[in-house]
């Protein structure tokens, strides 16, 4: 307790600077933590991703479509236990600011191959009877208001005209790491207007959704899929789903790559000034130092003064950080919307936070708490700052 006292006095005997150094080193904290939560978001999708689902897509490129007719023959591979497909809606509601994931779908193969989407029975039921039905997340719902039963229009642009959709359920996520920021439509009901308009159009899925019995035979799996269809007019490439979410993740490669190295300078710059502040917190009191060696104190005393007096300093800094990024990552997600549809600061985040806090403690510590250790009593009551 008395130690303790002590630091307390002596890091705010020069209130000012050391306000202005916990201001410092609070923002850098925070600044590192958000720009981390947004590398964090990037990878969500991947992150969450399950080991038990393939994704197979055309070989050509994502735009070209495949067979609806290969569903029977990927039921038919050895490893798969379930077979799904969904097709990229790309609808606009109202505005196209108002941008969110829309996905047709089969219902009845698509959920059972997702039950990370949690889905009362009664609004499950209600969506597969109703053609014109779609499911919304959580948080797509609470962003514009919609309630079950209402009426969500969407002007298409992959599919021409205006579509009015009736929303029958609302899913949660089984885990914080879920998007709910997704509308799941019928692919049937899609098709069917699809052959009606355009004769000889409709039967093709974006990819099929693939789920198979043992997550270690992934690339076994993949290859007995793509080996089937090679050398046929739509050939395949199947991958794992982390491996299809991290194809779109590594076109803003260079972006996430800058990020880290942002958020690891900004330590690096706090780091610097903490470590300056510390130098001139010793050489003032290098009189009081030799003082106390000359009254019998060790030079680890002196060292503890130091080392604690910055370590106090960087966890006040470092703990403020922590609780100004919460406020401000949900204000970011807020303003963002849709863009990061799992935006959350996670646990490990929080605990990289508070160790970069303490390494700039040590870091800045550890040059003047040696020098003064090793301070000559003649030399230091010598000294006037």
């Not at 969450?48 to 689902?53: D, G, I």
Request: aromatic share 10%.
């Amino acid at each position: 307790m008395f130690l303790l006292r002590l630091l307390l006095k002596n890091a705010f005997r020069h209130r000012l600077r050391t306000l202005l150094t916990i201001v410092g080193l609070m923002v850098a904290v925070c600044a590192f933590g958000l720009l981390r939560t947004i590398v964090d978001a990037w990878y969500a999708g991947a992150n969450a991703s399950s080991s038990t689902r393939l994704i197979v897509r055309s070989a050509t490129s994502l735009t070209v479509p495949l067979p609806l007719a290969y569903a029977e023959r990927l039921r038919a591979v050895d490893g798969v236990t379930a077979v799904s497909w969904s097709n990229w809606f790309g609808g606009v509601y109202i505005t196209e600011r108002n941008f969110f994931p829309q996905f047709a779908v089969d219902g009845a193969s698509y959920l059972p191959l997702y039950p990370e989407f949690v889905v009362d029975d009664a609004e499950r039921t209600a969506w597969l009877r109703d053609r014109r039905g779609v499911l919304v997340g959580r948080v797509l719902a609470a962003k514009y208001g919609w309630q079950v039963g209402d009426t969500v229009p969407l002007r298409g642009t992959i599919y021409s005209g205006t579509w009015n959709f009736t929303i029958r359920g609302i899913y949660r996520g089984a885990d914080p790491g879920v998007d709910e920021n997704q509308m799941l439509m019928h692919w049937g009901y899609i098709n069917e207007i699809q052959r009606q308009r355009f004769a000889g159009r409709g039967d093709s899925v974006g990819v099929f959704v693939v789920g198979i019995r043992d997550p270690n035979d992934a690339a076994l799996v993949g290859q007995r899929i793509d080996t089937m269809f090679r050398n046929s007019l739509a050939e395949t490439l199947t991958e794992t789903e982390k491996a299809f979410q991290l194809g779109f993740v590594s076109m803003s490669e260079a972006i996430l790559v800058a990020l880290q190295a942002v958020s690891l300078i900004v330590i690096v710059i706090i780091m610097a000034v903490m470590a300056n502040t510390m130098a001139m917190t010793a050489r003032e009191r290098l009189a009081e130092y030799a003082t106390l060696k000359a009254l019998g104190f060790p030079p680890e005393f002196v060292v503890k003064l130091l080392f604690g007096e910055s370590l106090l300093i960087a966890a006040i800094g470092g703990v403020l950080g922590v609780l100004v990024t919460l406020p401000l990552a949900s204000a970011f997600a807020n303003a963002v919307g849709t863009l990061f549809p799992v935006f959350r600061v996670a646990p490990e985040t929080i605990a990289l936070q508070l160790l970069a806090a303490l390494v700039v403690g040590v870091a800045a510590a550890a040059w003047p708490a040696w020098r003064s250790s090793r301070i000559d009593i003649v030399d230091g009551l010598r000294h006037v700052a």
